[in-house]
């Protein structure tokens, strides 16, 4: 129950965070699934942090799991 709770409470942050803490402000915050083929599996990702559109450079993105 623990786990769910502290994931949203992790986005919350990330999407309040301040430009140093991922290099600008996020655009979007979100939960997932990625593919990993070589395992034949899905990987479910808590948080991801994608740069905001016309940050002015590559979109970053920050991966927790």
Known sequence: ?????FESLCREYAIRADEEIF??????????TVPDPANRTQIEVDVVVNAASGAGGAAACSLTR
Do not use: Q, R, T
């Open 1 to 5: 129950m623990v786990g769910p709770h």
């Open 23 to 32: 290099g600008g402000l996020p655009g979007e915050v979100a939960s997932g």
